[in-house]
């Protein structure tokens, strides 16, 4: 396990090249990061083609790895120096003891990840062709996540920096970690997907949403996408699978693009963009850094199969 002080003397001693290199800030201070949400053991199948409806297809090749949007971030933005509480709900069975085992590898603190014997350990099933994904996920246990919960570590958002949601647990759950952290005045980061349609509430108190550019719609309702962007400027970014993100910065559009023959493997980059913009907001950067950052953890795990195993450590970005 990497001691936390080795990774900030890192920061020190190479604060400088940092900066030079990327133009972004990264204070020797480890940012505090609470991340409640879903976990998953992800079993992906690479077929010649998407099936269609009644269609049975040959999987050229299955893999299973460690998943669920939660773990994910919570995963990626330990590997970029935070230190992160999970809160979540795994299953009495042998797949939550692996997420757990991950977790702990991964230097997340599982203290407040919850077994439940009343569900399986989430599950998501992704088939895959040409760059085309087609995923099916199984809440199961994810879903038992309650406000209880929640509560229990109310202790730990008293001192937290930040605090990461997703849609893959419930709604009551999402509200109610919202309500919690804006409580304390902490920032609150959310990254809708699953999309359903979101309350003003969650809107109105989250610091920044991060969607998808095909689900808009479904978050935001059938306003003009530019006009949704101009009403909630520096908060709301547009994602795609080309690793491209659009938002409105009070004055202009701003568009940030990445090569697309990168992008050769997609699964979870929503979660990497969002490990990478929350981290460099805990640093205080500014927002098309923030941006700029997040693309360039998402551009780094699209090169390796799995939502984690492309994840990229404090130390990738010192060459």
């Known amino acids: ?14 604060n400088t090249k940092l900066n030079r290199q990327n133009t972004m800030n990264f204070s020797s201070e480890q940012p505090k990061i609470i991340v409640v949400g879903s976990s998953s053991i992800d079993l992906v199948l690479e077929t010649e083609k998407i099936p269609s409806a009644n269609e049975t297809v040959l999987a050229t090749s ?18 970029l120096g935070a230190s992160v509480y999970f809160i979540g709900c795994v299953g009495m069975d042998p797949l ?3 997420i757990m085992r991950n977790l702990v590898s991964e230097n997340v603190n ?39 919960h929640i ?30 952290a804006k ?12 999309a359903v349609h979101l309350s003003q509430e969650i809107i109105d108190n989250v610091d920044f949403i991060i969607v998808k550019s095909s689900e808009l719609h479904i978050v935001f309702g059938d306003d003009e996408r530019e006009d949704i962007l101009k009403k909630y400027f520096n908060k709301v970014f547009l994602r795609d699978d080309t690793n491209s993100t659009i938002y409105f910065d009070g004055t202009e559009m701003k568009y940030f693009r990445n090569d697309k023959d990168k992008t050769s493997y997609k699964m979870g980059m929503g979660d990497a963009f969002t490990s990478g913009f929350a981290i460099a907001l805990c640093h205080n950067n500014a927002i098309d850094e923030c941006v700029k950052f997040g693309n360039e953890v998402s551009a780094r795990i699209s090169e390796k199969k799995g939502s984690q195993t492309g994840l990229p450590r404090v130390s990738d970005f010192f060459s």
Not at 183 to 194: E, I, M, R
């Open 151 to 180: 509560e229990a570590a109310d202790k730990y958002f008293h001192t937290t920096d930040l605090v990461l949601i997703q849609l893959e647990i419930p709604m009551k759950a999402v509200e109610y970690t919202v309500r919690k």
């Open 62 to 79: 299955s893999d299973s790895y460690f998943g669920g949007k939660g773990a994910n971030q919570a995963v990626g933005t330990a590997r």
């Open 183 to 194: 409580k304390y005045g902490k920032k609150v980061g959310l990254y809708a997907a699953p």
């Open 1 to 14: 396990m990497v001691a936390i002080s080795l990774i900030i003397n890192l920061l020190k001693t190479n």
């Open 96 to 98: 939550g003891q692996q």
């Open 110 to 148: 599982v203290g407040f990840v919850y077994e439940t014997d009343l569900e399986a350990t989430g599950t998501a099933y992704v088939t895959t062709s040409d760059g085309d994904t087609v995923i099916v996920v199984v809440p199961a246990a994810n879903k038992c996540l309650d406000i209880d």
